[in-house]
């Protein structure tokens, strides 16, 4: 048995899920990228799955789909970053649904799909001013109708990203605010060209708890999923529940006077004659330099 380890809640991760789609009732994609955000998506993604709580996971890459479909994941897998042209071959034969941001990357995926004789579904992404990947609103009709009139694309979904959707400043407020109004006119000049967009999803983290506006179909929930607001703003809205405990062993307690300092950078001195335990885990096992006389542990179920 490994010192130390992380430990993963099931039933913590299960509730969160529970508590977002109690609040929103919208379809969820989790987000599955990044293993989870170090969670182990093999686990996590079959066991959101099995729950039926869960429509969708979002990856950062094709390799990371490729794993989850290996270990039995049927659940729609969307690329958020979309894909680099010498993946698409995988994103066709693992029924991966990639981010199209425009006209030469959907020919791409076109030309992939053809050459499998397959209809790849794609969800077309829209910069509302996040200025990142995505087409600008303005463009997304004609996207929109490359991808809808193509044998081998299917307009599976439109979607967008927000850039400070997880606070109340008043210019954070008004740039997502332009966000949103820019995103509409997007979809609106879609729909009014008489094209369907199955699934709309924009509202990752912040905007589940800021923005309920921005919900539409389904959201797309980040660091909630695994049991923490994404700002100091947002903390409170929701019952989280942490998913990951840092586990280890103390190793040696001891007895140091007053005076002496202890640890890396000499951040803490003893003011007194004082016990102290000496645990296992560090920089080595993701325990950050930063915590270094702020962190908190719990032995025995006292906190120290």
């Known amino acids: 048995m490994p010192v130390t380890y992380a430990r993963i809640n099931i039933s913590n991760f299960l509730h969160n899920l529970k508590e977002i ?8 994609c989790m987000a599955a990228k990044a293993d989870c955000y170090g969670h182990g998506a093999k686990v996590l993604v079959k066991a959101a799955e099995k729950s039926g709580l869960v429509d969708a996971a979002g990856i950062a890459d094709v390799n990371e789909g490729i794993r989850l479909r290996q270990v039995g994941v049927k659940l729609p897998l969307l690329i958020y970053r979309g894909c680099i042209t010498e993946g698409l071959d995988a994103v066709v034969e693992y029924d991966i649904q990639p981010f199209v941001s425009c006209i030469e990357y959907a020919k791409a995926v076109e030309k ?3 050459k499998a004789d397959k209809k790849v579904k794609v969800h077309l992404k829209v910069d509302s001013g996040m200025s990142r990947a995505g087409c600008r609103w303005e463009d997304a009709l004609p996207l929109a109708r490359y991808i809808d ?9 439109a979607c967008t990203h927000f850039a400070v959707s997880d606070t109340l ?3 954070d407020v008004t740039d997502t605010r ?15 060209a008489g094209i369907t967009i199955p699934v709309i999803h924009c509202a990752a983290s912040g905007a589940i708890l800021m923005y309920p506006e921005t919900w539409f179909d389904m959201v797309r929930p980040g660091i909630l999923v695994y049991g923490y607001a994404p700002s100091r703003e947002c903390e409170g809205k929701l019952d989280l529940k942490p998913v990951m405990d840092l586990v280890s062993h103390v190793l040696q307690v001891k007895d140091i ?4 300092k202890v640890s890396y950078g000499f951040t803490w001195q003893a003011p007194e004659d004082t016990t102290i335990a000496v645990i296992g885990a560090g920089y080595a096992d993701g325990y950050n ?3 270094s006389n702020k962190g908190r542990v719990f032995i025995n179920g006292r906190c120290y």
């Open 112 to 114: 992939a799909a053809e």
């Open 178 to 192: 332009k966000q949103i109004d820019n995103f509409n006119r997007a979809i609106d000049s879609i729909k009014g």
């Open 289 to 291: 330099r930063l915590l």
């Open 169 to 171: 400043d008043d210019v």
């Open 257 to 260: 006077r007053k005076g002496e």
């Open 21 to 28: 789609k109690k609040i929103t009732g919208r379809k969820i």
């Open 149 to 157: 009139a193509s044998p081998y694309l299917e307009l599976a979904g």
